[in-house]
């Protein structure tokens, strides 16, 4: 039993694609929800997924105001009926294939863990990846949390462990670090990585490799206070 959340902004021409994948992949599986959560959407995301209202396995979530990729994922982790997370992005570039393959290794841990997906062969520009290799080699050396892909947005993990960790904008990009730090073990697997069809990236940007690192002060922070308390 499971929970996949899927945070939506301006993904009116994947987000059909990217559930029917998922209920073909999932066709055998245990019971599960997808939590959609669409981040006031500028085109008919909202449409398109309120066709799935009636739907046993899905759920509707829907910001008001454009609250940020963050903000989406901590709502839908907070309404989640289950407490084991898969976080997937809504673009169509995660593959659903790779949901029971990194839902296996999670179950299999005796520990509590996180198990991320490892993009080795990424399908974007060069600004893109250039900007979070930068990001992924400098969050690495300062949190140590041995991740090298940290903005895989394809992972695992419960739901009882998330609610522990202080929320803030940004918090989706260091779950490892901060998982680590609550004594779960970090697991990392390799995943395909898809062409975007339709629509233009969010995220990647020079600016937002900016504030990533910004906000490792105030992940070290967290960190430190996460150390005393223990």
């Known amino acids: 039993m499971f929970s996949i959340v899927i945070p939506l902004y301006n993904e009116e ?10 209920f073909l ?7 599960y929800e997808i939590i959609l959560i669409n981040d006031c959407s500028e085109d008919n995301t909202l449409v398109v997924i309120s066709k799935y209202k009636k739907h046993k396995n899905i759920k509707i979530l829907n910001n008001i105001n454009n609250k940020g990729q963050s903000y989406s994922i901590h709502k839908g982790i ?36 996180l198990v991320g997906g490892l993009r080795l062969k990424r399908k974007d520009n ?4 250039l900007s979070s290799k930068i990001a992924n080699k400098v969050r690495s050396i300062i949190l140590k949390d041995n991740c ?10 419960s739901k009882k462990d998330f609610i522990k960790l202080p ?17 779960c073990i970090l697991l990392f697997e390799e ?13 990647g940007t ?20 996460i150390k005393t308390n223990k």
């Open 148 to 157: 090298k892909d940290t903005g895989c947005s394809l992972k695992v993990f």
């Open 25 to 31: 992949v999932l066709n055998n599986q245990e019971k």
């Open 167 to 183: 929320y803030f904008d940004g918090i989706h990009r260091f779950l490892p670090a901060l998982f680590k730090n609550i004594g």
């Open 191 to 203: 995943v395909d990585h898809r062409n975007r069809k339709f629509g233009i990236s969010k995220y």
């Open 78 to 113: 907070t309404e989640s009926f289950y407490d084991t997370i898969i976080t997937l992005d809504g673009d169509g570039q995660n593959n659903p294939k790779d949901i029971p393959k990194l839902l296996d290794i999670y179950k299999k841990q005796k520990e509590r863990c």
């Open 206 to 225: 020079f600016d937002r490799l900016i504030k990533s690192i910004k906000d490792l002060f105030f992940v070290l922070k967290i960190i430190k206070k």
């Open 13 to 22: 021409k994947n987000i059909t694609s990217l559930l029917e994948e998922i």
């Open 126 to 129: 060069i600004i893109k990846i």
